[in-house]
């Protein structure tokens, strides 16, 4: 370990002292105003009265391995991902504690690529190993319940947007290599054509990992096309693919096994070849117009195929009621518009939008024996579909010239249709439907003495419907009657600013009281189906700060932060089987997070970038009857850009969890024979290039 702090020591000298080459100074990111779109409104990140955070293009991909999307969202307060390494549970993000139950995916969390949802009908988002991680410009993330602009989303939403391409075409292409057999390819290419501006990038990931039975390949193809049909008017493609043909599961396994051989499967998953494979196609359309200087129409198409088979690690007969192999059909499309208004009302400005969403969902849906891996006979053969219709207004009204209100509602309506085709042949129809009506509204006051200091309060609500799976019934065929969504109020207040061009902050303090929580729980007669049940009451309470510097004595030089406390626990929890879980802290989620990051560019090229992650204790169960110690984790990327004429050549290398730290990159919340843990890999290292080509003049 000393030599490794020796070298990264030498690493940072050898930057300060290289000689300048033609890279310009102003390569370096500054810190500055910063225009989001995450409220459906294009404004200043300082001026809206919620907690937003975003992370820009070199966070997201300037030397980064690009497993995950939580590379880069881990520098925004907030924010806990867990599952990086297993793709076929994919990343369980959450936001201030909700999505912490997803047992697969991300629950409770809207997910949107360039304007497209990523989040199905029925609220749940079972992969986001679509979104292109190497063409992707910025992430925005609006953290808190967003259910009056949104629908059903107690936690927030993550905005993910595709770079424009330049005015300068260029063709660029990308190869890392790294342990566990680690290797993707990337090709890239982008300009301006006359009206047309296009963005297209194919890539190929593929590895062993670092767990048996980890293996991992996918093909991915993100391309946008935008064409300026007059300057007032545009009309976007978004069309994309995956083929992600393995995606081994080597799931849970015990305490005692992860200490003893971190690199060891559970044996059923082997046994079971546990793990999934899907491709997905989208094609997504948006429609821009300014009438003027004061209106604005947005109209939005979309339509999603996915094609799915999951193997899960049990048999699952009839009598067990649940299939061991998944497989599924679904066609998810929709669309939406929205208009803006922005003018004088009464003398003072104004901004009012209103609009509509249109989403649904539809899954032709199997699921078989699985006899080791080998499909057996069919145990399940339904149709389902969902349907969600949410009308929202929005308006801001500027009270003075510093202090300005916003007042929005928002009206949802979502159903749910089962039609079995299995049970209903031998008179046992187990069709069912139901539907949920929710009104949302949104109140906040923002007050902004100059661009240094913004401070904002705000109440609002939410709701979160289950998922389509969530409805198994426990006492019987059909969908669960006793389920509904679950209802948050949150409470917050904040400060944010720009401190000239060398320090950005943003401090929120949130109480969230939530009513009906969504749990999880498993009969003994089924220990391998997930039912759920509204169980009780949580309250949330959190602060989240993060800071950011580039010293003026310093030139080069970046230093952030970010830090959350979560304060999450049951208000009341009875379980079916007795248990009182009241007072109990909701598991999955760490008291303490922290990440700081040192980043410094130099003038001729060279780059260092040093983060540390703290994640503080944690449970991994709901009678918190097992903790999971805290951990820290520290990795380093160091880079060279160089400019050759037309050609710009970037060679890095990374390296993860440089002082190895033992920990598990997942735990399996309430799982089934105390096997919670997911092992995270050693100190492990990767390096690549980029060479990119500019066609010039």
Do not use: C
């Not at 190895?660 to 290292?685: C, V």
């Amino acid at each position: 370990m000393k030599k490794i702090r020796i070298a990264i020591v030498a690493g940072v000298s050898l930057i300060s002292t290289s000689p300048l080459t033609t890279m310009a100074e102003d390569a370096v990111h500054k810190l500055g105003d910063i225009t989001v779109e995450s409220t459906r409104i294009e404004k200043s990140q300082y001026k809206v009265p919620a907690a937003i955070g975003t992370v820009n293009q070199d966070d997201i991909q300037l030397g980064r391995q690009q497993l995950g999307l939580d590379e880069a969202l881990v520098k925004i307060p907030g924010i806990f991902s867990l599952n990086r390494y297993n793709t076929a549970q994919d990343l369980r993000i959450s936001i201030r504690g909700f999505g912490a139950r997803a047992p697969f995916g991300i629950r409770g969390i809207k997910v949107f690529a360039d304007g497209i949802p990523s989040t199905l009908a029925d609220g749940s988002t079972s992969s986001i190993l679509d979104i292109d991680i190497g063409s992707a410009e910025r992430v925005e993330v609006l953290r808190g319940p967003v259910s009056s602009l949104y629908g059903s989303a107690s936690g927030g939403a993550i905005n993910v947007y595709t770079e424009d391409g330049p005015e300068i075409p260029f063709i660029e292409g990308r190869l890392s290599l790294g342990e566990f057999s680690f290797n993707k390819e990337q090709i890239k290419a982008g300009g301006q054509a006359g009206k047309l501006n296009y963005l297209v990038n194919f890539s190929h990931t593929e590895q062993d990992g670092f767990r048996q039975h980890n293996e991992s390949e996918r093909y991915l193809l993100n391309s946008k096309f935008r064409y300026d049909i007059t300057p007032s008017s545009s009309l976007t493609v978004i069309a994309s693919a995956i083929d992600a043909p393995t995606n081994n599961d080597p799931g849970g396994v015990k305490a005692s096994t992860a200490a003893a051989d971190p690199t060891a499967a559970r044996q059923r998953n082997v046994d079971f070849n546990a793990g999934e494979e899907f491709d997905q196609q989208k094609l997504g359309l948006v429609y821009k117009h300014t009438f003027g200087e004061n209106h604005a129409l947005r109209l939005r198409n979309y339509y999603i195929w996915r094609n799915f088979s999951g193997r899960l690690p049990f048999s699952g007969g009839i009598a067990e009621g649940n299939g061991g192999q998944i497989q599924y059909d679904r066609f998810f499309f929709g669309g939406g518009a929205d208009y803006t208004y922005s003018g004088n009302v009464f003398g003072h400005g104004n901004r009012l939008i209103v609009g509509f969403d249109i989403d649904a969902q539809n899954d032709d849906r199997q699921r078989f024996e699985n006899n080791s891996g080998v499909r057996g006979a069919l145990t399940l053969d339904q149709d389902e579909e969902v349907t969600s219709f949410g009308v929202f207004l929005q308006d801001e009204f500027q009270l003075t010239e510093s202090l300005e209100l916003t007042a929005g509602v928002r009206y949802d309506n979502v159903e749910f249709d089962v039609n079995d085709r299995f049970f209903a042949n031998a008179g046992g129809d187990e069709s069912g439907s139901t539907s949920f009506e929710e009104w949302n509204p949104r109140v906040a006051l923002l007050w902004s003495a100059n661009d240094a200091l913004n401070f904002y309060a705000s109440f609002s609500t939410s709701f979160e419907t289950p998922g389509t799976t969530d409805f198994a019934n426990p006492n019987g065929g059909g969908l669960n009657p006793d389920l509904k969504p679950q209802t948050a109020k949150n409470y917050e207040i904040g400060f944010k600013g720009l401190v000239g061009s060398s320090v950005s902050y943003d401090l929120a303090i949130f109480h969230i009281d939530v009513e009906d929580e969504l749990i999880a729980f498993e009969l003994p007669s089924q220990p391998n189906r997930k039912f759920f049940e509204n169980a009780g009451s949580s309250t949330h309470d959190g602060l989240e700060a993060s800071l950011s510097v580039q010293p003026s004595f310093f030139p080069g030089l970046t230093i952030s932060m970010a830090y959350t406390y979560s304060d999450f626990e049951f208000d009341t929890f009875r379980t079916r089987d007795g248990d009182v879980f009241d007072g109990n802290t909701i598991p999955g989620i760490p008291e303490h997070q922290f990440h700081g990051e040192v980043a410094y560019y130099h003038p001729g090229g060279l780059y260092t970038i040093f983060e540390m992650q703290y994640v503080g204790r944690m449970f991994a169960n709901n009678s918190n009857s097992v903790e999971v110690d805290p951990y820290q984790v520290g990795n380093i990327r160091v880079g060279y850009l160089a400019e050759f004429g037309d050609w710009e050549i970037t060679p890095f290398l990374g390296i993860n969890n440089l002082f190895d730290e033992q920990y598990s990159s997942n735990i399996r919340i309430n799982a089934f024979g105390s096997r919670f843990f997911e092992p995270a890999p050693d100190r492990n290292f990767y390096a690549g290039i980029t060479a990119r080509y500019n066609f010039g003049e």
